[in-house]
């Protein structure tokens, strides 16, 4: 089994949808997570944190349960501009040091 | 957010040719730098670890020798692939962490990546 895995995609979907992604991970020593975007031959970029309360920012609100070992991302009101493809990553820390682990990310399209 | 450069942003060699990455964090000290791999339509792999004075720590299924990883100081690590091959060609990714706290200090941030092609 992975470590990260991540919905299959792509997500194909009309400008103003709101669409959501899943995420779970394998390991429960996993202590801090993030939704990066990465564009077609480029660097991933941090979209941002998961917290355990879950987070908000503009249009993309992210969820993580613990119990569950499950991450989401929604984003509400998706504009042609979101699409790209959204990796979960998982910080896990060990004995002596952390290790960051990417899911094999989701891509979506939004058409207009 | 932290800035990360890596040079060259493309390269193209020869089968046989060693080609040397750089990956620099502009305005903050990294002593850890991470280097990544990524192919076409696949995820990133975590190569090795980089840490500033010492040994780099390598993946599993990673060349040590084929990949040499040099972190000399606070602000540069540099990927050397020897021998380059073909099947080298990739996306070579460089990130770091900014330990400093701005935002979580697990957040990492990435160099725009090299893109090599060995003919």
């Known amino acids: 089994r992975k470590e990260v895995e991540q919905d299959p995609g792509p997500f194909n979907v009309p400008e103003g949808a709101t669409v959501a992604f899943n995420c779970t991970y394998s390991n429960s020593a996993s202590q801090s997570f993030f939704w990066y975007r990465q564009d077609c031959r480029k660097e991933p970029k941090l979209l941002m944190s998961v917290y355990s309360s879950g987070n908000e920012d503009g249009r993309f609100t992210a969820q993580l349960n613990r119990a569950s070992q499950y991450i989401s991302l929604l984003i509400r009101d998706s504009k042609l501009s979101d699409s790209a493809t959204y990796l979960c990553v998982v910080n896990i820390k060990g004995s002596s040091a952390s290790k960051i682990i990417f899911g094999s990310g989701t891509r979506l399209s939004i058409r207009p | ?119």
Not at chain 2, 6 to 31: M, N, Y
Not at chain 2, 33 to 60: D, H
Not at chain 2, 97 to 114: E, I, K, M, N, V
């Open chain 2, 1 to 119: 957010g932290a800035v990360v450069s890596q040079h060259p942003s493309r390269v193209i060699c020869k089968s046989g040719t060693s080609v040397k990455i750089e990956c620099r964090s502009l305005d903050f000290q990294a002593t850890t730098m991470f280097w990544y791999r990524q192919f076409p339509k696949k995820s990133l792999m975590l190569m090795a670890t980089s840490n500033e004075g010492s040994k780099a720590t390598y993946e599993q299924g990673v060349e040590k020798d084929k990949f040499l990883i040099n972190h000399a100081s606070l602000t540069l690590s540099t990927l050397t692939v020897t021998s380059a091959h073909p099947e080298d060609s990739s996306f070579y990714i460089c990130s770091a962490r900014d330990p400093s706290g701005r935002g979580s200090t697990d957040t990492q941030y990435f160099g725009p990546g090299t893109r090599l092609t060995v003919l």
